[in-house]
Each structure stands twice: as structure tokens, then as C-alpha cells.
């Protein structure tokens, strides 16, 4: 049965993941093409020295992709099954809701993390052929909170789809929005490798996670009292 929650959530969002992984892709290319550039029109150590000590980045196209695309891919999975009052079919399969509902997270999730790898990947391997090693590590540690920005975006549309009363939509679009935030605000080149900032990251995305699992509960006891 589990095999066969995780294919009927693929076939969901096949398309959508599809496309996003070809606006990655162009958008990994595209950063590769602007370090390029720039290390051809300036001394390597002006760039170094940008990247180092300005933080400035080659890949800032990445900045709101992340974001962009958990919402986009919480949209294709759960919005059909929202609009259309499907949702509570999917509750009463031979399953638990628990386990229909991780199986529905854990798809979602790593495909998010499957986008997350490939940027990560491509910045990494194209500014270790040309950074010290510590200028990588700084460039790593400033796109990491992007993509957490899309596991956030993700949870929190995923959350919002599933509530099913207005208020609670609002209170969860705040909160959802107000961690997206945080992964997104400005920081100092290598403030996210800090312990703290790392402890701070992963317990909002661990906090939020809990969220989609309340919403449903209250999802079935709505039903239950219609």
C-alpha cells in the first residue's frame, strides 16, 4: 500500500516537478555563465574579495526560485484533491491518516530536496574550480536558507490547502509566510553556518512539518460534525 501512496502522489505532481526541474536546470546554467562572467571582466581577487567580504553571489536567480517552486508543487499535489472534496476519500483508504499523510509529505519533500541537491550541487562544483575552499563554504552557506525557504513554502501551502477554516487559513499564511522570511532576509556572509542560526532553521522547518497533521485532524473533525 505504501508503494502505491507514493505512485499515486508522483502522478500528481510528475508535470509540475518536471517543469521545475527544467527552470533549475536553466537557472544553474545561468549562474555557472555569471561567475564566468564575472572573473572575465574583473581580477579574480576583486571577485574574490566581493564574494568573501560583500557577499555578493552569482547566483541570486536562485533566490526566490525555491520558494516559488514548494508552492508551486503543493499546489499540483494537494490543490485537485482540496477543490474537488476529495480529501476525505484519501482518509478512509486501509491506511492510517498518519501514514497516508507522510507518504504524501516524504514525495513532496524530497522532491523539493532533489531541486535543493541540484542547486547546491552546481553552485558548489562551479565556485570550488575558482574560490578557496572557505569563499565555497560561505557560498553554500548562503543558498542553503533559500532552499529551506522552499521546504517552508512547501509545508506552509500544503498546511493551508488542508485547513479547513478561514481563520485557521489566515493564521497559517502568516506563519508560513513569516518562516519563508526568514530564510529569505539578508545576512552576513556565513551567519546560517553559525550553530544557532542552524538550530533556528531546523527547528521552524521541524515545527512547521508538525503543522499539515493538525490541519487534517481538524480536516476529519469537521466532517465528522457536518
Known sequence: MT??????????????FVALAAAHVAAGVWAVVALRAAFAAEHPESVWYQAAVLGNVSFDILRHLPWAGGLALACAQHLPETRGKRLRLTLHLPVTMQRALSCSLALGLGLC????????????????????REIVTAQLAALAPWEAAGLAAYLGATSLLFEPTT??????????????AVFLLPAAPGAWGHPGALTLGLTLLAALTAVPFLAVSRQRLTGKNQ
Open 167 to 180: 481563520a485557521g487559513r489566515a493564521q497559517l499564511l502568516l506563519v508560513a509566510a513569516g518562516v519563508a
Open 3 to 16: 508503494r502505491a501512496l507514493f505512485w499515486k502522489e508522483w502522478l500528481k505532481v510528475r508535470a509540475a
Open 113 to 132: 530536496g532533489c531541486l535543493a541537491a541540484w542547486d547546491l550541487a552546481v553552485v558548489g562544483l562551479s565556485a570550488a574550480a575558482r574560490f578557496p
